[in-house]
């Protein structure tokens, strides 16, 4: 067991280089890890589930063939692999995915999750991190909260947890780079959960990786579990 936890800590360097595993081509990377069959759609389908240009898609799209990742028919012949370096490309961009925009509120975090998985809520917003996996039952206590909102509704989560800027914040807002199409909300797909668990020093958010692993029917399929 500690010895699976130093190779997590570790963050392996990826096996071959790919236009899927560039900060440009993550998203498309995050799609073929979500939805396998999605890489058999025409690619102009693929543009509007993520934020990539055709070009960005075309490129990444061809080298998670030629990689040996994925194959045109939209099966993927290296789950375990692809999840690996994803995960590993998706910490070394991490600045790029997370400026440091972080608030506070007089809200509770119990309250703010609560706000956010509310189905009659109008803003699609995703939780990742501690505070996803406290949500979704697992046994840690968030004392931070993550949360993907796209551009257009930035504002509006703003003002429905009456955000302010605070460098101490325990809030982190983060633009999210999929579509509620490809994942509807409230949480964040389950390899960016994955990866924002991994991306803290705290051993508390890496051990319930292990359990997000065997939880969630997305990351068993991808590891291999049961």
């Known amino acids: 067991r500690a010895a699976r936890k130093a190779f997590r800590t570790e963050r392996p360097t990826p096996s071959a280089p790919s236009s899927a595993l560039t900060p440009a081509g993550l998203s498309v990377g995050l799609l073929a890890l979500v939805s396998p069959p999605l890489l058999a759609t025409p690619l102009r389908d693929i543009t509007e589930l993520v934020p990539a240009s055709l070009g960005t898609v075309q490129r990444a799209m061809s080298d998670l063939q030629e990689s040996g990742y994925a194959s045109r028919s939209g099966r993927l012949l290296a789950p375990k692999r692809l ?11 991490y600045p790029k995915w997370h400026p440091s925009e972080r608030y506070e509120t007089e809200m509770s975090l119990a309250t703010i999750r609560e706000q956010l998985t509310d189905v009659r809520s109008n803003v699609p917003a995703w939780l990742s991190g501690e505070g996803a996996v406290e949500e979704q039952g697992m046994p840690i206590r968030s004392t931070t909260l993550m949360i993907y909102v796209s551009d257009e509704h930035r504002l509006q989560l703003n003002k429905l947890l009456r955000l302010r800027r605070s460098a101490s914040g325990p809030v982190e807002v983060a633009t999210a780079f999929w579509s509620p199409s490809l994942v509807p909300p409230p949480f964040a797909p389950s390899p960016v959960v994955r990866g924002d668990l991994l991306a803290t020093r705290d051993p508390r958010q890496h051990d319930m990786v292990e359990r997000l692993e065997t939880d969630d029917p997305v990351l068993r399929r991808l590891t291999g579990g049961s």
């Open 83 to 93: 999840l690996d370096d994803w995960t590993s490309a998706y910490l070394r961009n």
